[in-house]
């Protein structure tokens, strides 16, 4: 069984247009988050949800919006995307007192 | 808001040498993960450490945490090129965040 998946794998687009990102995770965790990997290859958190409700919210654009529909649940919505939106999105979720995170495969976006 | 710094940033050593990533912050964590990615997939955890001074094994993987919760250090025996990868440390605030360092690039060279 995956614990947490993420579809799609890969996504390709043009700039200007949106794009969803989905979440699921069958671990009966708490906390899910989007991170962002750039090619350096440093991991930053953009969003977090504790039981459906935000509990972290970084400098993010706000074309950037989260939605979590229930505590298995995650999606991660990008409006205008611009060539700076291309990095892998993962995914994550862990019980909030261990803070220890479980990740997704990741979504390798390219904007062109 | 705390930083993480990790080091080495890249290291290429040969099969069956011993190496030592480190990881530093001037705040303390009330506890410090460490993770290793491959390419294509996601972080993997690898372990925990939350008491000052603990000290933990996996295999030939031993982390430590310093004494007074700052800083943390991950030791490879004898590498193998299975342990290829991207090694990262993140430190937990206590605003439940956690704090990443930028992550060590390991070769392992057969």
């Known amino acids: 069984d995956t614990a947490v998946s993420q579809t799609p794998k890969y996504l390709v687009t043009q700039m200007g247009n949106d794009k969803s990102i989905k979440c699921e995770q069958n671990?009966?965790?708490?906390?899910m988050y989007w991170y962002k990997q750039d090619s350096k290859k440093f991991l930053k958190i953009m969003f977090s949800?504790?039981?459906?409700?935000?509990?972290i919210n970084e400098t993010v654009p706000n074309r950037f919006s989260p939605k979590s529909p229930d505590k298995a649940h995650l999606n991660l919505h990008i409006n205008s995307l611009e060539l700076g939106d291309s990095a892998v999105y993962f995914c994550?979720?862990?019980?909030?007192?261990?803070?220890?995170?479980?990740f997704g495969p990741g979504t390798r976006l390219t904007v062109t | 808001t705390q930083l993480l710094e990790q080091s080495p940033q890249f290291l290429s050593i040969q099969e069956g040498e011993n190496l030592t990533v480190y990881c530093n912050s001037s705040?303390?964590?009330?506890?410090l993960q460490w993770y290793r990615q491959e390419p294509g997939e996601g972080p993997v955890l690898l372990v925990t450490?939350?008491?000052g001074g603990e000290v933990k094994k996996l295999k030939r993987l031993t982390f430590q945490f310093g004494d007074a919760r700052k800083d943390s250090s991950l030791h490879i025996t004898a590498a193998q090129p299975g342990d290829t990868g991207l090694y990262l440390c993140?430190?937990?605030?206590?605003?439940?965040?956690?704090?990443w360092g930028a992550g060590t690039k390991l070769i392992i060279k057969p």
């Open positions: 994550a979720s862990s019980l909030r007192r261990t803070y220890e995170q479980y």
């Open positions: 671990l009966g965790h708490d906390t």
């Open positions: 949800y504790n039981n459906k409700e935000l509990i």
């Open positions: 705040s303390v964590f009330s506890s």
């Open positions: 450490v939350v008491t």
């Open positions: 993140a430190g937990a605030e206590s605003n439940y965040q956690l704090i």
